[in-house]
Each structure stands twice: as structure tokens, then as C-alpha cells.
């Protein structure tokens, strides 16, 4: 029987599409320029069962499988492949426990991150990672990412807080990996092991995710705004020196503060080519001196001007510009964008080579960063429709990407490698480390069917 056929009698007709207008809105995520393909159908899984048998049916017929969250990546991870089947999990929304006194929440693949931060604390508990997407993306798809977000810096990325899974392996069994106690060190780290592995090694059902409780925070916000991009990361440079781990430092440039205040009018300055955002929130005394702290640091780096804030509100206001800067930058054009990591100390040097990059190749690069823990998110926008800008953006996303890893940095912070970052993969981890990726990808995968071509090179 086909794949098409399997599948039909498997699951009900209204989880399966076949249409053109589906097949082209879910053979690709936000990646811009990451080629693809549409695939066969879309099957939207709505139990374990369901992908199963969807697993099923695709290693009895040899056809590739991209499991799918919201389509939100941007690294082409979940864009289709020749002959494949998009397994799409956004309906597997169920959030099934909730353990206060063990302080852990069992999601499905499809629950919106932004979704479970607030039933849990319903409960009085936190989930920390908090990606840029958070009101869009998903839990299956933040662990096949291992994404981090703006709290990171202090509290950590998806797999800090990954300590169980329940994922279908390509052969379609059921594995239950990790536990549900505070440690646990039985044979290999398998869950780890997953997480981050985008798709290509099992599809992710469910995961069970360690929480923080939510009372015992302070949020205090720090906005330096500085006349020089690289006076900004020397700002950076110098809380990480003072031995300073605040709950956030963001950075956007004048490109994004302009953009924003095109779009929101959030009244950010519009002298400044830097704004850089801390947050605090340790309690009482302790959180007013290491706010304190933060600001000197900011103005000894060369702030221009410095605003603080310790009520809800206005920190929300102040910390906006950045969740606002990447749909800013959206509405000017395409935008290429990468995901690089360098050392906390190397931030300043890879800034001024990014501008030096978009003069050599006469582009727009607007820069976004985790900068608190070295995750700079160059932003190259490009005129629609203007092939020749396109080239030169494709060559400016290579050599900031060369650029990186001359400092000690990687290719990806949170992204994950998908099909842009395949060359910087491969230049950046050798042979040897390649080889033993292929090995486990062959044993638990030896048909190649789970999201093949993404995130190690071939």
C-alpha cells in the first residue's frame, strides 16, 4: 500500500491534508531563503496513537517524516523534503499534570510555550525559557531547538528544565525516557540526548519539564542607550567581568530602535545606536545594589543615559522594545537571520566585525542579541525582490558566521543548525565529532526517514 493509503485508513480524513494551499503553508518555517520542498500530506496528530501510526506507516514505506510544531524555527529545520510527510503536533495541546510538590508539568508536543508559563503559575510555579516566540511557539518544537530566550543568561536554556520525554522512535515503538524525581543518573542521558537533535533521532509526544516556584523575584529593569554599537558590548563585557548574572541583558541597535519606533512608538530615543537592557531580580536591598551595579557598569562602558525602574509596569514598558524589535524588522523586508555565540568578552570584537561586514557588502544588518550570554542575533534585511542585495547577504551571513567561530564561538545558540547553519556545522565541529553523530543517528534511525538533511551534515 502507499503512504497516502496507510494513512487514510489509520487516521480520520480531517487529519490529513493534501491540498495545495496546505502543502505550501506547512513544506517550510520562518526561515527565509532555507530551500524546501511540499511534501506528500500534512497529518495532524492528535494522540500518541496517532503518531504512531503515522510512524508507522512512513517506516513501512520508506518516506521521509518532518515532525512539525508552529512552524516558527528559523532555521529551515522543519521544512519539507522530497516525498516526505509533514507530522504536524499542534493539536496535542494538553497540558496532563501538573505536580506542585515535586514542582514539574508534563506537556504535550503542541502546548504554546507562553500557554503552559501561565497555567503554571496558576499553581504558584515558573517555567523559565522564554523565546522571542513565545506567544507562537511550541514545547516540541522549543526541545528540538533546546531553545533559550531572554531569561537565559541566568536561568538557563529548554534542557536545564527537560527531565523527562515521551517520544515514538523510527521504528514506531514508544519510548518513556528520563523520570520525575529531582536526580537521576540511570545509564545514558537519552533525554539529552534528543533534546536539540531537531527532529532527526525520535519525534517528541510529550515532556515532562522542571519548574521554579513563582513567588521570590524582584524584577528591576536597567536600559543604558549608547552613541556606539561596540561601547554597548563593552558594556556587556564589563557586567560579566564585575561577576554580575542578571536575569536578562538584551541588546537592539539603532536599525531595530528606529524599526520599533516606526511600528509602536515606544518613545526610545532616536539618537541612540544602542540600547541595552538589563534585569534584576534578587529582592529587597541585594536586587537595589546589583541594579546599581548594572547602571555603573553601563555608564563607566560609555551610556549616554541610563533609566531604571522597579514597578511591573514600567520594566514591562522598557524590556517591549526588544520583544517588539524581530515583527519590527519584519515588516522591512525579508530578513536572513542568524544565531551566532561568542564568548561574553568577545561581544564588543564581534559587533564592530559585523559592521564591518555590512559595509563590505553594502547590506543592512540590524543587530539583536542575548547579549548577556554572548547570543548575537544578526538580522540582515533585504529589499524584496532584489536578487543582487540577496547575494550579498548570503555572503555577509557566511562571513559572520566564519567571524564567530574565529572568536570561540559556535554557529548556533538556539536556533538549532537546520539547513542554514549545515556548512557552519560541519566547519566548526570536524570529522571525527561528525562521524560519531551519523553512528547514533544510523542506530536509531538506520531507514534515514526522520527529518533527513537537517542538523548534522551529511
Known sequence: MSILALLAAALRDDQIRTDPEALEAYSHDDAEWAPYRPPLAVVFAETLDDVVATVT?????????????????????????????????????????????????????????????????????WYPPDPA??????????????????C???????????????VVLADGRVARLGRTTAKGVTGYDLTSLVVGSEGTLAIVVDATLSLLPLAGREERAIVGYFDDLVAAGRAVAAVASDGIVPSALELIDRTCIDAVNAWQDLGIPSTASAMLMAKVDETGETGQRLAARVAACFEAAGATGVERADDPDEVDRLILARRLAYPSLERLGPVLTEDICVPRTRVPEMLARIEGIAATWDVTIANIAHAGDGNLHPLIIVPDGDDAAKERAKRAFDEIVDGCR???????????????????????QGETVQDMQRAIKRALDPQGILNPGKAIPA
Open 133 to 150: 516566540s513565545q506567544s507562537i511557539a511550541t514545547i516540541g518544537g522549543n526541545v528540538a531547538t533546546n531553545a533559550g530566550g531572554i
Open 57 to 125: 506507516a512512513a517506516r513501512d514505506t520508506a518516506t521521509p517524516i518532518v515532525p512539525r510544531g508552529a512552524g516558527s524555527g528559523l532555521s529551515g529545520g522543519a521544512n519539507g523534503v522530497d516525498g516526505s510527510i509533514v507530522l504536524s503536533l499542534e493539536r496535542m495541546t494538553g497540558i496532563t499534570e501538573v505536580n506542585v510538590d515535586e514542582r514539574y508539568a508534563i506537556a504535550q508536543a503542541g502546548v504554546v510555550n507562553d500557554v503552559l508559563r501561565q497555567h503554571v503559575a496558576q499553581h504558584g510555579l
Open 152 to 166: 537565559c543568561v541566568k536561568y538557563g536554556v529548554t534542557t536545564d528544565y527537560v527531565i523527562g520525554l515521551t
Open 406 to 428: 574565529d572568536l570561540g564561538g559556535t554557529v548556533t545558540g538556539e536556533h538549532g543548525v537546520g539547513l542554514l547553519k549545515l556548512p557552519g556545522a560541519r566547519a566548526e
